[in-house]
């Protein structure tokens, strides 16, 4: 029998000392595992536009509902809910939660066979098989990542962040995550017998740790071993669990923050503490293959950062990053970045668009293949930020400043003066007025940081190979070519269905409801 009490005590204790790292750990998986719901409203309220298409509005729900009905050739009643908005949310269908590749894939079936829609099922498909990619290759891997963070904290103060990214560090991506994938087909075939999940659930509880210990070890040894540690505490772990209600209906009050604030980084320390404790155990009534956990630099109470044995003692480099991202660029490579990044923003809007709803739209207020706000504002963090690039981190949060500024302040001035909404993040997590949300930021800043430090130096190296005449002459006919289109539509702006919606009209009704 474990000492709860213990094990609580302790628990707490590694809570205090690194609190802060261990917050930002919990925020972190929180967004990427599509944990932490919490929606805020502007305050004007702007409903979605209204998109005709067949698969706009499709959730797993109405998925499983429409096949059935077709295949058995009867109806049933099914509650309906609202998808969860947000980009991610609204691409993948909830693109983090476990298993949705497989409603994808019936979805897919589903226009093809019963609609006759072979393009939409197509992009269906596509999506089925990112998010696949998305649940196989990063949701996984981070969650063992989180595991060897909480492991190095309980004995070592100043674990850092960045530990969550050891699996890709390394280089252990291919076992990791095909160890994680037949942890869950193990358990969701135990699931089809029901009371066989949820024992199984149990017995590979300690999996991910044990991959975090030593991402090495091979996936059926991995369930083996936990198989082995876990006997004789599942109906604890259980309990233990249970213990949590309370917690958890107090979280659910305070929209999210008090999980996320104290409740899930004190059970991940509990259940860091258990994995220690179980480990112990192990080793004195000597299981097979116990020798595997043989990371003993996790057991040293030091200050000092871990030797990580199993990474071949990295190599000290003069500089974090072997790209040239200090370079001075010409104006002609400047000029073609703000294309590049126009002409991808746009490629991206577009293929949202019509991967989410199932036509084109020609996004932004220009008519021409560019959104050149993406390229004003890789411009504007490239320039702006050249002083601060040897600080990733605060260059990362400065691109979020930037252009939530930018995006804000055009969003305001098209609302102004154009009487229209090219974007809308009503309803999103920490938006603003519905005009940058949290989300988008965050996908600004990673983009952003991106862009400076690995594509602005390839793009650069890319465009020096082009001859300086014929670079010349395409930099002045983009920027023509711009200038007119901008020109143009300054006056007459790309607008209609799917690419904006008239901010006075739908303020009116809003107010009238």
Known sequence: ???????????????????????????FMALLLGNFNLFTKSRISIPNISIHAPIASSINADIVKETIEKVGNFKIDISNYKPTRGILANVFNNITSSGNFIFGILNSFNQLVFHEHLWQSIIILLGAILSFLYWLLIRNVCIVGE?????????????KFVRILLPYKVKKLKNIS???????????????????????????????????????IKGQNALTLSEKLMQGHKWEMFKFDLSFLGWHILDMITLHFLGILFVNPYKECCMTEFYFTFREEGQQKKYQ????????????IEDKYPSEKYIHEERKKEKWLHTDYNKKYNLDSIILMFFTASIVGWLWEVGLNLFQYGFFANRGTLHGPWLHIYGWGLMLILLVLKKVREHP?????????????????????????????????????????????????????????????????????????????????????????????????SKYPNSGEGVSQNFATTFKENIKS
């Not at 595991?147 to 674990?159: I, V």
């Not at 981190?393 to 995006?407: K, N, P, R, S």
Request: net charge positive.
């Open 178 to 216: 095909l160890t994680m994938m037949y942890k869950t087909v193990k358990e969701w075939l135990w699931y089809l017998t029901i009371i066989g999940g949820v024992i199984k659930h149990y017995s590979y509880y300690l999996v991910p740790y044990i991959l975090a210990e030593n991402p090495d």
């Open 1 to 27: 029998m474990i000492n709860r009490k213990k094990v609580k005590k302790e628990a707490k204790q590694m809570l205090k000392r690194n609190y802060w790292r261990i917050i930002a750990i919990i925020f």
């Open 147 to 159: 595991k060897r963070f909480f492991l190095e904290n309980k004995n070592h103060k100043k674990t």
């Open 289 to 300: 293959n116990i020798n595997l956990l043989c990371d003993e630099e996790l057991l040293k």
């Open 393 to 489: 981190i605060l260059t990362f949060f400065l691109v979020i400043l930037l252009c939530g500024i930018l995006e804000y302040g055009t969003a305001w001035y098209l609302e102004t003066f154009k009487n229209a909404r090219w974007w809308d993040y009503d309803g999103f997590f920490l938006n603003l007025h519905g005009r940058i949300c949290m989300e988008g930021l965050i996908a600004f800043g990673i983009a952003g940081t991106f862009f400076i430090y690995f594509a602005a130096p390839f793009l650069d190296s890319l465009f020096m190979k082009i001859p300086k005449k014929r670079k010349t002459i395409l930099c002045i006919i983009l920027c023509v070519l711009y200038i007119v289109d901008f020109a143009y539509s």
